[in-house]
């Protein structure tokens, strides 16, 4: 049960709703609550209330209007990219490639498409820091290479990738590039023309909007056919009646966040700093996870060896503190984090991961309280734990 002195730090499994956000989506509930396909009053302003919300988002991406689809989360805007795309290109070739880091919704969506409909993936490797080689995405590449999927910034160790370069080696062998860029957005540059991307992924519960709201840009000219069938909404790529109210939440958060984010990243990039630089001096055998320095200013991401992460988290909840242990999409599986064991850490440390995202309301009593109290915590872990692992010598095997 939430307390009122928790402190929050799993922001980047979700966000709250800020106030002006929720404040800008009230009258849609209840007031102009029409189904923007219908030719009534009520429809046309629900109707003009969307357009106006995608024209706002498309200004903020630095695209067309219509290049902007509305979908119902995240996860299925990848879906809606990795098989809208892969299943009209399918004559001209079945190859994607992706990396072993990306989220589940990208990972599964490309297993599927191996399993089910004859696709064949490359699944990249990645360096320590969570970092893909350049030269092995373009080695990748084949005469049957259709689609590229690269997430921006990775969810749970924050890693950023050089998504400007992976772009043009796409652009330069002419295949489509998808990128999950749900937690980019208030942190980094997402203007489609500059960072050269085909198809971006962004959803609104990280960025204090709702959930259950996502979008999914389509550079004009890429083929790609709706995978859900239905009314011709959303340009035919989305069918189902447009959901208003959170529409217009995701439209006025991603105008705040995209507003106040070299502000924002920089108060967070020292309260992340902060945390790192206490963890690793208050906690020997901690290993810090992702690139230390090209990643998410909100994002600390450790492996404290000789203790179980999930312990961690539960004494750090009964001090109202919150936190993660990995993705929250795979919080139900007991097997450790597949970025992790990617990153070339093995299991014993991969258990031992956890991770801090920060956000809008964190401050510097709040690393300073977890800082207090997480030291003794994993004291008292240690003394009955039956591994005694080494910084060193997990370093070693890694490499």
Request: hydrophobic share 40%; aromatic share 6%; with cysteine.
């Amino acid at each position: 049960m939430s307390k009122m002195n928790d402190i929050y730090l799993d922001y980047a499994a979700t966000t709250y709703i800020d106030p002006v956000v929720k404040k800008s989506m009230e009258r849609y509930f209840t007031k102009d609550f029409g189904n923007p396909g219908s030719f009534n009053s009520y429809g046309l302003i629900a109707k003009k209330t969307v357009d106006d919300a995608r024209e706002r988002i498309a200004g903020i991406l630095n695209a067309d209007a219509n290049e902007i689809v509305f979908t119902g989360s995240g996860t299925e805007s990848i879906n809606l990219a990795i098989k809208g795309v892969a299943r009209v290109l399918r004559e001209k070739g079945k190859h994607i490639i992706t990396q072993k880091t990306e989220h589940h919704a990208v990972l599964e969506t490309c297993r599927y498409l191996e399993k089910e409909e004859g696709f064949e993936a490359t699944y990249l490797d990645v360096d320590k820091y969570g970092m893909i080689d350049l030269n092995e995405l373009e080695s990748s590449i084949r005469k049957d290479t259709v689609l590229i999927s690269i997430m921006y910034a990775n969810n749970e160790i924050g890693t950023i990738q050089l998504i400007k370069e992976i772009a043009n080696i796409a652009k330069k062998h002419g295949v489509i590039l998808h990128t999950d860029a749900c937690q980019a957005a208030g942190f980094l540059d997402i203007d489609v023309k500059n960072i050269g991307v085909d198809l971006m992924t962004l959803n609104g519960s990280k960025i204090y909007a709702p959930k259950g709201i996502g979008l999914l840009y389509v550079k004009k000219g890429t083929p790609i056919k709706a995978i859900m069938h239905g009314g011709g909404q959303e340009f035919g790529l989305r069918p189902g009646t447009e959901n208003v109210p959170s529409i217009v939440g995701f439209a006025r958060a991603l105008e705040l966040v995209q507003k106040n984010k070299d502000k924002e990243s920089k108060r967070l990039g020292k309260l992340r700093n902060m945390l790192i630089r206490g963890i690793m001096e208050k906690i020997p055998k901690t290993i810090l996870n992702g690139h230390p320095t090209m990643r998410l200013p909100n994002n600390v991401n450790v492996s404290i060896l000789n203790i179980e992460g999930e312990a961690l988290l539960l004494h750090l909840n009964e001090e109202g503190i919150c936190i993660s242990t990995g993705s929250a999409c795979t919080s139900n599986s007991l097997e450790p984090s597949h970025v992790i064991l990617a990153i070339g850490l093995p299991y014993e440390a991969a258990h031992g991961s956890i991770r801090f995202t920060l956000g809008k309301k964190t401050n510097k009593k709040d690393i300073e309280r977890v800082l207090e109290v997480m030291p003794g915590f994993v004291d008292s872990l240690r003394m009955i734990s039956p591994v005694h692992l080494e910084v060193n010598e997990i370093l070693n095997e890694a490499k």
